[in-house]
């Protein structure tokens, strides 16, 4: 018995040895999982914003401090080790340093009304949450997968707060359905166009040595990721709607004019209106 227990154990511990040395070389996986990290790892940035926004409610602001802050920083923090892990050779604190210098002159209150700016975060943790449960069923590292279930479920719960939220604050500002439709699509293309990519720009620049996974530019790595959410994550006709910025071409415009180009933010990243 002793011998087949020994024998089991080799075998799981090689397998998952064989799973992180083809996630190890997985460009996608490499560049995805990164800017998740950062961008989950930034929050506090949001927390501070949106107590400002949501001052007139305390149970907001309660919820924001203390459940979703904490919870995404968590998540940025096992991101992280998951990162360090298995890219070892990958300076993460001078890639997220790099990020964060960039990204925090960006995300100051932005100049719309409570509700509409739920919203953003509304599409926000539905982007987020297809996003970790295209990489909860498509992962090769069973530790990944777990943890990936785990944050689809995380902003599955977000979403439904926020959309709660948002039934509380239309009713006092009266918003309508074009203006909240215009709201969802500015968060959606936010996130395209510079959370997503801010945290992308300094993934090639930090590795001592040569970087174990392939180049990729911001364009392939768009096309690759909408590729690996329409494969694994099956999304439903209002999850498609949020993501239809994405399937649009880009525009060419040079990275150093991003920040410049949007000065309000809204978060990222992301990756569902049901947690898988």
């Not at 560049?31 to 914003?49: D, G, Q, Y």
């Not at 509304?122 to 944050?151: K, M, T």
Request: glycine letters at 6%; one cysteine or more.
């Amino acid at each position: 018995m002793q011998a087949i227990t020994s024998t089991t154990a080799r075998r799981e511990k090689n397998g998952q040895a064989r799973a992180r040395a083809i996630v190890r070389f997985n460009g996608l996986l490499f560049h995805s999982l990164a800017a998740a990290s950062f961008l989950e790892t930034a929050v506090p940035l949001h927390v501070n914003r949106l107590k400002q926004v949501y001052a007139a409610h305390l149970d907001v602001q309660l919820w924001l401090e203390q459940v979703w802050g904490p919870r995404r920083a968590e998540l940025g923090r096992r991101l992280r080790d998951f990162l360090e892990a298995t890219w070892p050779e990958f300076d993460w604190s001078a890639a997220y340093e790099e990020f964060y210098e960039s990204y925090r002159r960006h995300s100051g209150p932005g100049g719309r009304g409570a509700a509409l700016q739920v919203l953003g975060l509304c599409a926000a943790s539905a982007q987020a949450a297809v996003f970790y449960r295209a990489l909860g069923r498509g992962a090769d590292d069973p530790a990944l997968r777990a943890l990936a279930q785990q944050a689809a479920h995380g902003h599955g719960s977000d979403f439904d707060y926020f959309r709660a939220l948002f039934e509380r604050c239309k009713r006092d500002e009266r918003v309508g359905l074009v203006p909240s439709w215009r709201a969802l699509r500015a968060a959606c293309r936010s996130a395209r166009d510079f959370d997503a990519r801010a945290a992308f720009e300094p993934l090639g620049r930090h590795w001592s040595g040569a970087p174990t996974v392939p180049t990729l530019d911001y364009v392939e790595f768009r096309e690759r990721m909408v590729a690996l959410i329409q494969r694994h994550a099956a999304p439903g006709r209002i999850e498609r709607l949020l993501f239809r910025p994405w399937l649009e071409r880009e525009r060419s415009v040079p990275a150093s004019q991003l920040p410049e180009r949007r000065p309000e933010r809204r978060l990222s990243l992301a990756p569902q209106l049901a947690a898988a």
